[in-house]
T-cell receptor, first 111, second 114 residues
Framework: SAVISQKPSRDICQRGTSLTIQCQVD?????MFWYRQQPGQSLTLIAT?????????ESGFVIDKFPISRPNLTFSTLTVSNMSPEDSSIYLC????????FGPGTRLTVT | AQKVTQAQTEISVVEKEDVTLDCVYE???????LFWYKQPPSGELVFLIR??????QNEISGRYSWNFQKSTSSFNFTITASQVVDSAVYFC???????????FGGGTRLMVKP
C-alpha cells in the first residue's frame, strides 16, 4: 500500500487569493494525480503529474488556474490560484502503487 | 469513452439488513480495472477492491462481497448484515489498461440506521 499525507487538511480562504496544497507519499511513484470533489459531487481528475515533465491537464482545467509542481518521486503540490467560491471543494492527490490510493484530502472553502 | 453509472444516489437501510449497491460501466477497452471506494463523513477515500476485466470470479471479504458480470457490464457491491459504521458514500470507478486515470460514478450515499 501507499501512505499519502496532504497539507493543509482544510483551509478557509478569501476570494482572489491562492492556496498551495502539498502531497507527500511514503514511497517513490511515477505518476501522481490531483482530483477535485465539489460539494455533494463525485471526483473529477484535474491533472496527472509526472516527475521531470509538465503536468497533463484534463479538459476544463488549465495550468494558470491550477499550477502543479512535481520536484521528485514522492512529492507534489497543487496551487489553486485566484480563488473564487466555485473553487470550494475537497482536493485529493492519488497515486498508483499496484492499487490506486488517495490522500486524506484538503477541504477548501473560499469566501 | 468511459462511463460509470451508479443509479442509486441514496439508500437507507436498518442495521443488520443486507444492501446491494449497483454499478454499471461502459468502456470499449477489452482490458480494464474496476474499483470500489468508501468515503466516510471524514472525507478520505478508502480503497475497498480492484477487479481486473479478465477475472470474473466473485469476491468476498468479511461482510463485503462483489459480483462482477461482464455480460451486463456490472460490478455490484453487497454489504451483508449492515452496520451503522457502513454509513458512507460509496464510489465505483473504472480505469482502462493503457492509462491510470480513474473515471468515477456519481456515488451512492448509504445510510444505515440503528
Amino acid at each position: 500500500s501507499a501512505v499519502i499525507s496532504q497539507k493543509p487538511s482544510r483551509d478557509i480562504c478569501q476570494r482572489g487569493t491562492s492556496l498551495t496544497i502539498q502531497c507527500q507519499v511514503d514511497s517513490q511513484v511515477t505518476m501522481m494525480f490531483w482530483y477535485r470533489q465539489q460539494p455533494g459531487q463525485s471526483l473529477t481528475l484535474i491533472a496527472t503529474a509526472n516527475q521531470g515533465s509538465e503536468a497533463t491537464y484534463e479538459s476544463g482545467f488549465v495550468i494558470d488556474k491550477f499550477p502543479i509542481s512535481r520536484p521528485n518521486l514522492t512529492f507534489s503540490t497543487l496551487t489553486v490560484s485566484n480563488m473564487s467560491p466555485e473553487d470550494s471543494s475537497i482536493y485529493l492527490c492519488s497515486v498508483v502503487n499496484y492499487e490506486q490510493y488517495f490522500g486524506p484530502g484538503t477541504r477548501l472553502t473560499v469566501t | 469513452a468511459q462511463k460509470v453509472t451508479q443509479a442509486q444516489t441514496e439508500i437507507s437501510v436498518v442495521e443488520k439488513e443486507d444492501v446491494t449497491l449497483d454499478c454499471v460501466y461502459e468502456t470499449r477497452d477489452t482490458t480494464y480495472y474496476l474499483f470500489w471506494y468508501k468515503q466516510p463523513p471524514s472525507g478520505e477515500l478508502v480503497f475497498l477492491i480492484r477487479r481486473n476485466s479478465f477475472d470474473e470470479q466473485n469476491e468476498i471479504s468479511g461482510r463485503y462481497s462483489w459480483n462482477f458480470q461482464k455480460s451486463t457490464s456490472s460490478f455490484n457491491f453487497t454489504i451483508t448484515a449492515s452496520q451503522v459504521v457502513d454509513s458512507a458514500v460509496y464510489f465505483c470507478a473504472l480505469r482502462y489498461n493503457a492509462g491510470n486515470m480513474l473515471t468515477f460514478g456519481g456515488g451512492t450515499r448509504l445510510m444505515v440506521k440503528p
